[in-house]
């Protein structure tokens, strides 16, 4: 077979479909992308390499002195005290969970539901608290 310059078709004008309008170049480039075989193997990864912590079983002590200060707290509801609370929120994907703390005013204790709702509408379950302080309780639980 013999070497061809091309010399005959290099001038002439690129054919293009009357029916299908060009694909715009990103979407051209993207047929090249790499693709991944295992879809959802990077999340995996991810995902179990993700650290939890394990809930902290209180003493009997550290719960009686909780239950003080919602009962407290039941009482002087109509104030709206500023708190921090430190609870646990369980992990949706696996055991365990994170500690979060909080400080804002308390709006409501529901005790049907157990909860703690605050002003911006956060409710914690009074079951996760790890703690509460306020300078509400100044001298009182110490």
Do not use: W
């Amino acid at each position: 077979m013999s070497e061809k310059n091309y010399d005959d078709i290099i001038e002439l004008p690129c054919p293009t479909s009357k029916r299908h309008p060009r694909m715009p170049m990103m979407d051209r480039a993207a047929q090249f992308a790499p693709f991944a075989a295992l879809t959802g193997y990077d999340d995996a990864i991810t995902e179990t390499g993700r650290l939890t912590n394990e809930k902290i079983d209180l003493s009997d002590e550290t719960k009686e002195r909780i239950d003080l200060k919602i009962n407290f707290l039941i009482d002087n509801i109509e104030e709206n005290p500023e708190i921090t609370v430190t609870y646990f929120v369980p992990d949706k994907r696996k055991s365990g969970g994170e500690y979060l703390t909080v400080t804002g005013k308390l709006k409501k204790i529901d005790g049907y539901e157990q909860t703690l709702l605050m002003m911006d509408g956060l409710k914690i379950s009074i079951f996760e608290i790890l703690s509460i302080e306020s300078d509400f309780f100044h001298g009182l639980f110490d």
